[in-house]
């Protein structure tokens, strides 16, 4: 668990990189991210009783992903990446989690974020359980998305030239489709899903280019 905690660190770091060379100096507000995403999961999970409403299970789960991103970048604090990890790992074999439905562990890990301004592990694993994951599945989903994010930023997500919907659907759609599709274990699997990436996305965007008004 500490070389996957690690590998994850590291790619955070490295994504963070990319879009700010000095990000740790810059103290960006990522409890703010991390809480408005608690709220995009719950949109995805329903919460309206008023209307009939199937929870997307795949896109909760990616957004417990988008806020495990945030809440690691949170954890840097001046600490070496491999202390960082073994802190989590020392958490996470004394931890008592609460049992909670997806609704509840959501607004419990966004009202702790939002009154603390800081990242509770206890929190975020209660809602990672509560959205039927563990540990491997969230190593996979978070290497996955790391893998989309790049590839945001390599195809102008910064200045607003990247298209987030292909082909009618949202890139996490295809993202999912994606990974589904490939060998999660083989030592190029990233390099297999940007390449995987790149062509779908170059397909559906020039075919919705081409398509007459």
Not at 25 to 36: G, N
């Amino acid at each position: 668990m500490k070389e996957q905690l690690m590998t994850m660190l590291n790619m955070q770091d490295a994504m963070n990189k990319k879009v700010h060379a000095d990000w740790i100096d810059r103290r960006f507000e990522w409890y703010r991210a991390l809480w408005l995403e608690c709220g995009e999961l719950i949109d995805h999970y329903g919460y309206k009783w008023w209307k009939k409403q199937v929870a997307d299970m795949e896109q909760v789960q990616l957004e417990v992903i988008d806020i495990w991103h945030f809440g690691m970048s949170m954890l840097f604090d001046g600490r070496e990446i491999e202390q960082i990890a073994a802190d989590l790992c020392q958490q996470l074999e004394r931890r008592t989690v609460p049992e909670a439905g997806v609704l509840e562990a959501a607004e419990a890990l966004a009202c702790h974020t939002l009154a603390e301004r800081e990242f509770s592990l206890t929190l975020f694993w209660s809602l990672m359980q509560a959205s039927q994951m563990d540990f491997d599945q969230l190593y996979r989903a978070y290497v996955g998305k790391n893998v989309l994010n790049f590839f945001r930023q390599d195809h102008g997500y910064q200045d607003g030239s990247y298209l987030k919907n292909w082909g009618g659907r949202e890139d996490n759609e295809h993202l999912v489709e994606i990974v589904a599709s490939l060998d999660q274990g083989a030592a190029d699997y990233a390099e297999q899903l940007y390449q995987s990436l790149s062509t779908r996305y170059e397909s559906l965007t020039r075919l919705s280019v081409q398509q007459p008004e």
